[in-house]
């Protein structure tokens, strides 16, 4: 190990000094029982049961010859912690034909628990290290942790699927669950759903036309329906409260008193209830010339509503925030699958699939809180709902859509004069001053892209050559987004003692707009990032394989025998001008992997 005042990092072997003790067990069991009624033809129950035990014991002793003991005298962390899950299922199903008609209808009631404990301890400054982590009553200052979660969950549900005729298709669903982590007011939700389908190609006017000779299969789908979404602490709707020491002067004695209060570190909201996405759909089934081409196609608008977020706050009532149910996003989208047999012989037979996804969120709603609008005069001429600047939410907007500073390029030396107006020299970054007062405010933002992708795709291609050898090979690209990355700023202070990625940077001798100086300043009170397209099209996956004839393989006593060679991450095709844009501009590995599979 190094010293701190002597090397940057770490050595990455120092860990090897630690003294670690890592026990864990799991025990897990799942059971079934399922009964048939004989007296009433078509009706059974199902009970399926699951309990999952889990604990941990983990000891880490760092000594005084490590990197970080060596500063403390010996460093020792414990932390041990079990949990248990169950979950019981009750299911009731009935089905029956008649005639053309034919019903399925499932029940369910459900219920799960899951709850985890846990103790921790921290112990600093040893006398040696001959115990090392069977000691920590021996520390000079130790501190200690513990925690506790439980959440229990509970549903009921009702589906009825009727078909007629196997033209005709109708689904209803009606589903409540209630969930212990919501408000004391509002913690179950009702959530329903309906769907249709009509199979188009088993009528007999479709198998009766001309184009019942190219479309072998053709359905349309429609559907409405409602989900929740739970993802909230299991106490985000209570009062938490946090111990603090408090410590005062006895007037009567002179001395200092040390006593123990609790600080209310988050506000309560009984009716913190089910976040709710309302969505409908629409679709499309095909199959062409006999199942050598089909796919589908889907078109959806989802409307999210009573957001589960961080509600700000005034600061005088004492709390910054409240988790809350707020506002509205709509989502709406498109995606595209198809699957194709393009070339089928007794040589050669090659099949491709490939999928398409778009989508686009809109905030529609936040608080509700409305504020006037006004002309240049200041006249009130109207109201909207207001945005939350603070957290960069805008009605109108997308939820990731990027708001800030933005970057124009650098000033160059015949810019000097107008540079020092912002107390800028030349090399610096130019940020846009959208009102063009020299001074900058969040009138001077505005908005530069989205940081999900819209567009995504993906496609894969199977080859199979005299019935024994096969390749494959799989990409997919992301593209419609921008990202940020910090050293496109060049304002780092280690640019000369860190080893990294080779960078652009303006020098007099070399006065490029695309990035900044070393070391360069942007105007007082200004954060900025440069944002760059982060397109990418990657060759994910490439697989060869050779599966043994039976004849070649009898006479050894193998039932079969193949060999394979995937390449996982192949390579990438990219404008983002750093490492890897998916894997947060960190280089992604290349998986080189060789097997072989013998079945006796």
């Not at 067990?25 to 007296?39: A, G, M, Q």
């Not at 021996?138 to 009825?160: D, E, W």
Request: proline share 4%.
């Amino acid at each position: 190990w190094e010293d701190s005042s002597e090397a940057f990092s770490v050595n990455p072997l120092s860990s090897l000094n630690n003294k670690s003790n890592d026990i864990r067990s799991k025990v897990i069991t799942n059971n079934v029982v399922e009964i048939k009624l004989p007296f009433v033809p078509g009706l059974s129950y199902k009970l399926n049961t699951g309990y999952t035990y889990q604990s941990s014991s983990w000891k880490q002793y760092q000594g005084m010859d490590t990197y970080y003991g060596a500063r403390s005298n010996g460093i020792l962390n414990t932390d041990d912690w079990h949990s248990q899950e169950w979950i019981l299922e009750n299911i009731i199903t009935y089905t029956r034909e008649f005639g053309k008609h034919r019903i399925f209808f499932t029940g369910l009631y459900s219920a799960q628990s899951y709850e985890k404990e846990g103790n921790g301890m921290e112990g600093k400054d040893f006398p040696n290290d001959v115990m090392y982590y069977y000691q920590i009553s021996k520390a000079a200052t130790m501190s200690g942790s513990s925690s506790y979660t439980k959440q229990n969950h509970i549903s009921q549900m009702a589906r009825l699927n009727y078909s007629y005729d196997s033209r005709y298709l109708l689904t209803l669903t009606a589903r409540r669950d209630g969930y212990s982590a919501f408000g004391s007011q509002s913690k179950f939700g009702i959530f329903p759903s309906m769907a249709i389908g009509w199979n188009i190609s088993n009528e007999h006017f479709f198998q009766t036309s001309p184009l019942a000779k190219v479309v072998s299969n053709l359905k349309y789908r429609l559907s409405w329906g409602k989900n929740g979404n739970r993802s909230i602490g299991e106490y985000a709707a209570l009062m938490q409260l946090d111990p603090r020491k408090y410590m005062y002067v006895d007037p009567a004695t002179g001395q200092l008193v040390t006593i123990n209060t609790f600080f209310c570190y988050n506000m309560a909201n009984p009716n913190l209830k089910w976040e709710t996405t309302t969505s409908y759909n629409l679709g499309l089934d095909f199959t062409f010339l006999k199942g050598r081409l089909g796919g589908s196609i889907d078109v959806y608008h989802k409307s999210t509503t009573d957001l589960l977020n961080n509600r700000q706050l005034p600061s005088l009532i004492g709390y910054t925030s409240v988790k809350a149910n707020i506002g509205e996003i709509w989502n709406r989208g498109l995606e595209l699958s198809l699957h194709s047999t393009n070339i089928q012989n007794s040589i050669l037979t090659w099949r491709t699939s490939f999928n398409l996804m778009y989508n686009k969120n809109t905030i529609k709603h936040l608080y509700g809180i409305m504020e006037d609008i006004t002309d240049a005069d200041g006249k009130v001429i109207g109201r909207k709902e207001a945005d939350d600047i603070d957290n960069g939410y805008f009605i109108g907007h997308a939820l990731d859509e990027v708001w800030g500073y933005k970057y124009e390029g650098v000033w160059q030396e015949n810019e000097a004069e107008e540079a020092a107006k912002y107390s800028q020299i030349p090399g610096d970054p130019k940020i846009l001053d959208v009102d063009q007062n020299y001074k900058y405010n969040n009138d001077d933002k505005v908005f530069q892209g989205n940081t999900t992708p819209k567009v995504r795709w993906n496609m894969r291609n199977e080859f199979t050559l005299f019935k024994n050898f096969d390749i494959s090979f799989s990409m997919y690209s992301y593209l419609g987004h921008v990202k940020k990355m910090d050293r496109f700023t060049n304002n780092n202070a280690l640019l000369n003692t860190v080893n990294q990625i080779k960078r652009d940077y303006w020098t007099a001798e070399n006065p490029i707009n695309s990035y900044p100086r070393l070391g360069a300043k942007s105007p007082s009170g200004v954060t900025y990032y440069i944002y760059k397209k982060a397109d990418f099209l990657r060759l994910d996956n490439i697989s060869v394989g050779y599966t043994f004839p039976k004849a070649l393989i009898s006479p050894l006593k193998l039932e079969a025998l193949r060999l394979n060679l995937t390449v996982k991450n192949v390579g990438y095709f990219t404008g983002w001008p750093a490492y890897d844009p998916e894997n947060s501009d960190s280089n992604t590995p290349r998986t080189i992997t060789f097997g072989i599979n013998v079945t006796l």
